[in-house]
Structures are given as C-alpha cells and as structure tokens.
C-alpha cells in the first residue's frame, strides 16, 4: 500500500497568514494527489484535485503543488472559516490511501 | 443538484450485519463510481472499496476483504454496503463517495454513524 505521510499534524496560525502543508508518498503518485477540508462534526469535502485543480466553487486563496512523491498544500490569506482538518489522498493505485490528517487552527 | 442520502445511525450487537445504503440524485448514476470510506472517532480516512455500478465491478482494500460487501441497484440508484461479523472496531462513521473521471471523491454521503455494542 501507498503511504501518504502529512505534515504537520497540527497547524496554529493567525488570521491572514499563509500557510502550507505537506504530503509525501512512500512512492511516486504522479499527479493523482486530491485535497480535502473536513469541518468540526461535517463531511469531507473536495478542495483540489490531480494536485492542483481547485474543486468547483473553492476559493483561490486555496492551492496545490507538487508531483511525484511530494506535494503541497497552501491557503492563503486565512479566513475563520478554514479552522478545519485537512487530509491528502492519493489515486495512483489501490487502496485508495489518505494522510492522516493536518488539524488547522487559528491563533 | 447531486446528492448522496444514506441511511440513518445504526446500533448493532457483536456479531451481527448491517446494511447501509446510499440513495443518489441529480446525476447518471451509472456513469460515476461510488466508493465507501470509513472514519473512526477523530482519526484519519480508509478507503473500503469501490463500485462501478454499470456492471458490478468491484475493488476492494484488503483490509475489508470479507468484512465488507458493495452492491448497487440500479433500479433506485442506490448504493449498499454490507459489513458482517461485527466488532467494536468496526464502530466508526461510514461514508459513500462518488469519484469523478479522476481519482478523488467529488460528493459525500452525509455519513453513517455505526456502533456496535452489546
């Protein structure tokens, strides 16, 4: 299986900051690399895909990077509304496999 | 508007089977495949297996072979998993997911709240 491995595990982070997170496969993905923002008690949602095509109606304060073994995302700009945890995936090949998790919150 | 509608919470003793479902709107439903994942209580995602449901066709993380069973209707465009044989770890919120042309989950379930409990 394909590890995905996120960094941080947690993120503090002041209003109008920018700020990034790592994911790095245990071995290359190519560009099959999907984003996710989970709110307190909702559903995770789609916020890039192929590592950096924003999903329909997610702000461009939202990107992604990267190829291979690592990627990125980064929110800038931050907004109260981004207090969430956000998960990265990966589709090279089965199982499906997502990061564990970075936990954002702000200052 | 797509949306994925699934069945309510469920309790259920060790031991036992359970069947969620997960009713679609808003789209062709066998034009897209539907997929389960499961989240435990505040830890990460797994993804269970997915489902083509224009004929069937499954895959499945081996973690969940023997444990979970997909099928679909494509008469009422609904999803189904199936878990048997449960235990306390397989309490967690069960979610379905469509997966577009690429590799990610473009819609959500609202998710299934299992608990398995005597």
């Known amino acids: 299986d394909i590890q995905m491995n996120q960094s941080p595990s947690s993120l503090s982070a002041s209003l109008g900051d920018t700020i990034t997170i790592t994911c790095h496969a245990s071995q290359n993905i190519n560009v099959w690399l999907s984003w996710y923002q989970q709110k307190p008690g909702n559903i995770p949602k789609l916020l890039i895909y192929k590592t950096s095509k924003l999903h329909t109606g997610v702000p461009s304060r939202f990107s992604g990077s990267g190829s291979g073994t690592g990627f990125t995302l980064i929110i800038s700009s931050l907004q109260p509304e981004d207090i969430a945890t956000y998960y990265c995936q990966q589709g090279q090949s089965y199982p499906w496999t997502f990061g564990g998790g970075t936990k954002l919150e702000i200052k | 508007e797509v949306q994925l509608q699934q069945s309510g919470p469920e309790l259920v003793k060790p031991g036992a089977s359970v069947k969620i479902s997960c009713k679609t709107s808003g789209y062709t439903f066998t034009e897209y495949t539907m997929h389960w994942v499961k989240q435990s209580h505040g830890k990460s995602l797994e993804w269970i297996g997915g489902i083509i449901p224009n004929n069937g066709g499954t895959s499945y993380n081996q973690k969940f072979k023997g444990k979970a069973t997909l099928t679909v209707d494509k008469s009422s465009s609904t999803a189904y998993m199936e878990l048997r044989s449960l235990t306390s770890e397989d309490s967690a919120v069960y979610y379905c997911?469509?997966?577009?042309?690429?590799?990610?989950?473009?819609?959500w379930g609202q998710g299934t709240t299992l608990t398995v409990s005597s």
């Open positions: 997911a469509r997966a577009d042309g690429y590799t990610d989950f473009d819609y």
